[in-house]
């Protein structure tokens, strides 16, 4: 599964949109991406994925450059519930294990 | 949605001793679990894939004597980590691939060996 590049943190303000960026330039072209944040000791929640696509749902927005070689995850009014590590992980086909790189630990701030 | 629980949530046991951690997928089947450890401050570790009545499959370095998983159903994989000792505590955490709920994971099990 191709390798993910994640900022180790970030801050974003309580109500603003909060852009999480992914790298991934090493995508292949049946891998997806995949988006998963863990809240402290608790276990990853799904948020989106997509594989060619812009996708959208109740959670947040998955915008993917043409290229794939990267991607930004949108949540668009942000919450401190929304405090919590984000994941980008890059999957191949199904069946294949989640691989979770460092991740963003996102912050939101009142 | 789907939901996969758990149990237990945290636990407490002697160094030597053998802990026994349970992940059900509750309202789906699940073919394939897995199962991950995470340290403090650091990303999950893949440790072991299960597949509903083979063997499972090991991440370097994982011992597969220490970490006993058993794939018995489409609904129950467990973790039993045998002769735990400090060095094994940490927080375990299973998911299971369901064919139309992809990915879910459990709430996670904090090991402390004493």
């Known amino acids: 599964d191709a390798k993910t590049t994640q900022p180790p943190s970030m801050d974003c303000a309580e109500g603003r949109a909060a852009n999480l960026p992914c790298n991934h330039s090493?995508?292949?072209?049946?891998?997806?991406v995949y988006w998963y944040r863990q809240i402290h000791s608790q276990g990853p929640q799904y948020i989106i994925h997509?594989?060619?696509n812009n996708e959208t749902n109740e959670m947040a927005s998955l915008i993917i450059t043409e290229d794939r070689k990267s991607s930004t995850l949108i949540l668009p009014h942000a919450t401190l519930r929304d405090t919590a590590v984000y994941y980008c992980i890059v999957r191949g086909a199904a069946g294949n294990k989640l691989t979770f790189g460092g991740g963003t630990r996102v912050l939101v701030k009142p | 949605g789907a939901v996969v629980s758990q149990h237990p949530s945290w636990v407490i046991c002697k160094s030597g001793t053998s802990v026994k951690i349970e992940c059900r997928s509750l309202?789906?089947?699940?073919?394939?679990m897995f199962w991950y450890r995470q340290f403090p401050k650091q990303s999950l570790m893949l440790m072991a894939t299960s597949n509903e009545g083979s063997k499972a499959t090991y991440e370097q370095g994982v011992e597969k004597d220490k970490f006993l998983i058993n794939h018995a159903s489409l609904t129950l994989s467990t973790l039993t980590v045998t002769s735990a000792h400090p060095e094994d505590s940490s927080f375990y955490i299973c998911?299971?691939?369901?064919?139309?709920?992809?990915?879910?994971f459990g709430s996670g099990t904090r090991l402390t060996v004493v």
């Open positions: 090493t995508i292949s072209g049946n891998e997806y």
């Open positions: 997509g594989l060619k």
């Open positions: 309202d789906f089947q699940a073919t394939t």
């Open positions: 998911s299971a691939l369901g064919s139309d709920y992809g990915y879910t």
